[in-house]
């Protein structure tokens, strides 16, 4: 498990020389550990080496600490048997790459995602989303603003539930030419609620990207 030679990326990630390093063992300049387990991965390439007679392959996300200052780096590395044509095994070939920056972005996304959710959740407003004319999602008030139960609306026909349950009677052909345009539908209706009461909703419509309203779809205030 000597490091016979490494390109200048790898000696970049761990902060070294390439010539510093040439011969030292690679569990000294790669400090790579499993962030849930704690295990060093340095254990799991002995494990590669006494299947000598069999190739080995291994591909584990993992962290990276650069013993120079300290740095973190969220890696992913592969790891494979190198054999000669005579199928005696010569060593391991290690790939590390770097993908700190899309782990960080997706964890700055799956947070950003649970804002909006308790956004639309508390809304003092009704919010539904509709992508290719469903459904999709709403909040509570929606419900409760027009009467009518969540399967009543999830999964179904938006068009089918403005003109049956709404009894809106303009063309909803109309709504989707603005939409497409990159406007914002904005109108009143009145509505008398399957319970009889009857009251004014003022809808306000939004295309995610107007150029793929059927694909990203509209978000609807009520």
Known sequence: LNILSLNPAAAQLAGVRSSE???APFREHFRIFNQ???EKVANLLEDCL???DNPCYLRKEAMLVRRSDGCEFQIEMTVSTLHNEQARLLGL???LHDVTASHTLAKQLKEKARQLAVIVKYAGVGIAFVRDGIVLEVNTLVSEILGLQPDALIGQRAAS???TDLGYKEPIDRIYEQLSKGETIDF???LVRSDQKGSWLRLIGQGVDPNR???R???WII
């Open 21 to 23: 390093v040439l011969g």
């Open 36 to 38: 849930q387990t704690q």
């Open 50 to 52: 006494q299947s000598a």
């Open 93 to 95: 070939v290690i790939v």
């Open 161 to 163: 539930i403005l003109t």
């Open 188 to 190: 009143e209706h009145q």
């Open 213 to 215: 309203i059927g694909e």
């Open 217 to 219: 779809g509209t978000v």
